[in-house]
């Protein structure tokens, strides 16, 4: 009975959570909106040019893809801290419910509007010429590789929002976002940077994704060999992050 309650007070969270898109339509779409226009003024205003064997939008096409899952982390972050702000979590705390139950649905909302988020990507990829080659056992395997992505910096983002308390420290983890976003493989090759860049840029976690998604797409940029590090990378910030998360939650309020 215990794992039902659980069960049941979770799914009554994302529920909650879900129920803030009704009543903020605006958010919702400028979230989903926002990465499309990265996508179109990349790839039309400032693409090409960028040591890329093929078709620049089938390099970029993934690189954004991949870009998005990561900048989803501060819509997570804005969630959570705004909640802590209204005292909402602390009557959520007070009430007979299970422990964890708030951060679950909040993972389990953000999921899912990260899964509707990468279709509506990969729907515009499609309308502008970008194609997936490799096979729809591939195709599902590089969605798989995203969404893992997104799960880790998912939890990152929520003990980043916990730690700070405060939806205006926000901002200060934006300014570390972007950095973090660009210094990767997503926009151009490593090979057409300073060596000592693009050695920083092929350890960066998002670079392993972007590479082994281009790989399973069959698109320019891929390697073989970095599914491994695809999967690797995300579960192990999950490994640090989810347990530190956890603890946070259950200390708020001492």
């Given amino acids: 009975m215990s794992a ?36 179109l003024m ?7 040019g960028r040591a890329v064997d093929g078709d620049y939008v089938d390099f970029l096409v993934p690189g954004m893809l991949t870009l998005t899952m990561v900048f989803g982390l501060e819509g997570t972050m804005t969630a959570v801290t705004q909640d802590l702000d209204k005292g909402v979590i602390d009557r ?15 993972a389990a909302a953000d999921m899912l509007q990260s899964t509707v988020g990468l279709l509506l990507m990969i729907g515009v990829g499609y309308a502008i010429g970008w194609r997936a080659e490799g096979g729809f056992g591939a195709f599902l395997g590089a969605v798989g590789l995203l969404l893992l992505l997104r799960f880790a ?3 990152i983002g929520i ?12 901002q200060a983890v934006q300014i570390l976002v ?13 090979e057409s940077m300073p060596g000592w860049l693009g050695a920083f840029v092929e350890w960066n976690p998002m670079s392993a994704t972007a590479t082994a998604v281009r790989e399973l797409f069959a ?24 347990p530190l998360a956890v603890r946070r939650f259950g200390r708020l309020g001492r």
Avoid at 42 to 48: N, Q
């Fill in 4 to 39: 039902a309650y659980a069960v049941s007070d979770c799914l009554t969270m994302t529920r909650r959570e879900l129920a803030h898109w009704a009543r903020q339509p605006v958010q919702v779409v400028v979230g989903l909106v926002f990465p499309v226009m990265m996508l």
């Fill in 42 to 48: 990349f790839g039309y205003l400032v693409g090409g």
């Fill in 92 to 106: 959520f705390r007070a009430m007979p419910m299970t422990d964890g139950a708030v951060l679950v649905g909040r």
């Fill in 153 to 155: 910096m998912l939890w």
């Fill in 159 to 170: 003990f980043l929002a916990l730690v700070a308390g405060r939806a205006e420290l926000v």
């Fill in 178 to 190: 972007w950095p973090v976003g660009f210094l990767s493989n997503a926009f151009a090759a490593p």
């Fill in 219 to 242: 698109n320019p940029g891929g390697e073989p060999g970095w599914v491994g590090a695809a999967v690797l990378w995300p579960v192990l910030l999950v490994v640090v992050f989810f």
